[in-house]
């Protein structure tokens, strides 16, 4: 399916205006469950598509603010990593429904790039912050129920 359809906190017309990483496009997707990227044409913009065992993908699509990311070092909420300045960006997204057409938005701390679960994946453990001991498959693991949990706060109805 085109994974536009999935993103649950814009409009239609929005998602189907959402441009897709190349390698999202090409259907090169990573291994694990977690799939983001920043939109290649509207770098404000970016995408996190989560796909829980059996069940249809569910994306956000989120803003990031125009300062850019985090000027010290900070902690990626997803992937827990630890990047220096620059590399996470403190991202909003409407939640869904008619409180985010009011302007509510959920904020989160993710890498700058979005590409958590590659990165994940790729990294060596030395530079993953408090897990080393555990494998990329469990940190994989962590990754897709952390962002299961915010991709559910923005699905949430606010207070
Ligand atoms: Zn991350």
Not at 15 to 27: D, Y
Not at 38 to 55: I, M, N, S, W
Not at 79 to 105: E, S, W
């Amino acid at each position: 399916m085109d994974v536009r359809r999935a993103l649950v906190n814009c409009s239609r017309g929005e998602a189907s205006r959402a441009n897709l990483a190349p390698w999202v496009a090409a259907g090169d997707l990573p291994a694990g469950d977690v799939v983001g990227w920043r939109d290649p044409k509207a770098p404000e913009r970016g995408y996190l598509v989560v796909t829980a065992e059996g069940r249809d993908p569910v994306g956000v699509a989120l803003r990031a603010p125009s300062g850019g990311g985090v000027r010290g070092a900070a902690m990626c909420d997803l992937c827990r990593t630890t990047r220096g300045p620059g590399d996470v960006t403190l991202f909003a997204a409407a939640r869904a429904g008619a409180a985010g057409r009011r302007g509510d938005t959920v904020g989160v701390y993710a890498c700058s790039d979005l590409d958590c679960a590659r990165a994940t994946l790729a990294r060596p453990s030395a530079s993953l912050r408090p897990d080393p001991g555990r494998t990329p498959e469990e940190r994989l693991a962590a990754l897709a129920e952390r962002a299961g949990a915010f991709v559910a706060t923005v699905l949430a109805t606010a207070p």
